[in-house]
Structure formats: C-alpha cells, structure tokens
C-alpha cells in the first residue's frame, strides 16, 4: 500500500525566509503533483513532476523529484505573507490501473511579517 | 476554464438522514472522484467513477455510495449519516486515466448532528 508523508506539518516562517517542504512516498511513482490550498477554498494545481530529476518551478516556489529516493521537495524562496497556505503532494503509484492519487497529510504554512 | 461546481457549501443534516452531495463538471472529463478531507489525514478516495454508470471503490467506501447517471454530474450518497461522517467533501474530475491533472471543486463542509 502506497503512504506518502510530508514533513514538516506545521512550518511558521518570516518574510523573506527560505525553507524546504519534504514528501516521501513508500513505493514506485509514476507521477508526482503538489496541490495548494488557501483557507476555505479548493485545491489549485502547483505542479507535475513526471521523471527523475525533474524540476519546476514557478515564482517563489520550485520543486523536484527524486524518484530514487521516493522524495520530492516543494522549495520556498524568500517567503511572502501570500504563500499562506496548505501545500499538499501527491502521488500516483506505479502500475495501477486508473491513476488513483494518494495525497500526503498536508503542510501548513504561515508566513509572518 | 474547468469549472468544477458543488451544490453546497455547508450542510446540516441529522443522525439517520440520507444525504446527497452533487458535483457537476463542465468540460466533458471522463474520469470523477468524491475525496474526503479530514485534518491531519490529507484526502482520502471515497469512490471514483472512470465513465458513466461506471465506479470503483476507493480507500474508505464503507458508509457512502455514488451515482452516475450523466457524465457531467457525479453523487456522493450518505445511505444513514452518522457523525462520523462529518467531514469537508472534494469532488474532482479529470480529462482520463492518462489526464494528469484532477480539478477540484470548492467543498462541502457536512455536520451530521
């Protein structure tokens, strides 16, 4: 059974901080997605990570996959009050027959002036 | 755009009540999925429909059913609620099982008193 767990939970950061957001997963992926999540709302696609090595980023953020590892890492660079959120990955385990997504528990972030 | 649309955004129901949650999708994707979201758990595949009249079950079933009949449209059903099941709903859907991308709708936030 595939688990993915993302670490750190809770992240409480400052302005202009950087800092990193770890997702392991326990078997083979074929696909790796990160999700956000604003308070009351619904998830909006970040990014697709689709091979080892791959890198997106887009703004302040960047993420990569390392399917070696079962790691991907969402990077926050020089964090900004509207980056409060809840960031979610999610994988897709190899083989199966429709795709189905298994999510982490959720990172929440909050970033202070 | 793709327009993911619950019919509710909070519900009230009591103890015993069936409960219907409806979620309509506008640009004629295959592929629909029910998720709930629970703090700390991330989301979990109630059911997921590949096509009309056709589901499978997801990680936690027990307790829930769907329908559908069209293929834009995609019910959760509480057959006898129970507080347990008090919960954020996401509906989602996606283009197919090659898709990458599943769009989420805004939730529904049950009580079951």
């Known amino acids: 059974e595939l688990k993915v767990e993302q670490n750190p939970l809770f992240l409480s950061m400052q302005e202009g901080k950087n800092y990193t957001i770890y997702c392991n997963y326990s078997?083979?992926?074929?696909?790796l997605y990160w999700y956000r999540q604003d308070p009351g709302k619904s998830l909006e696609s970040l990014f697709v990570?689709?091979?080892?090595?791959a890198v997106k980023q887009e703004g302040r953020l960047m993420a990569s996959l390392d399917t070696k590892a079962r790691l991907s890492t969402l990077h926050i660079t020089a964090a900004v009050h509207d980056l409060s959120a809840t960031y979610f990955c999610?994988?897709?385990?190899?083989?199966?027959?429709?795709?189905?997504?298994?999510f982490g528990q959720g990172t929440i972030l909050t970033v202070h002036p | 755009d793709v327009k993911v649309t619950q019919s509710s955004r909070y519900l009230v129901k009591r103890t015993g009540e069936k409960v219907f949650l409806e979620c309509v999708q506008d640009m004629d994707h295959e592929n629909m999925f029910w998720y709930r979201q629970d703090p700390g758990l991330g989301l979990r595949l109630i059911y997921f429909s590949y096509d009309v009249k056709m589901k499978e079950k997801g990680d936690i079933p027990e307790g829930y059913s769907v329908s559908r009949e069209k293929k834009e449209r995609f019910s959760l059903i509480l057959e006898s609620a129970s507080t347990n099941q008090t919960s954020m709903y996401l509906c989602?859907?996606?283009?197919?099982?090659?898709?990458?991308?599943?769009?989420f709708g805004a939730g529904t936030r049950l009580s079951v008193l």
């Open positions: 999610a994988v897709v385990a190899g083989g199966t027959s429709y795709g189905k997504l298994t």
């Open positions: 989602a859907s996606r283009v197919d099982t090659s898709g990458n991308i599943q769009y």
């Open positions: 078997t083979t992926s074929d696909r």
């Open positions: 990570l689709l091979s080892n090595g």
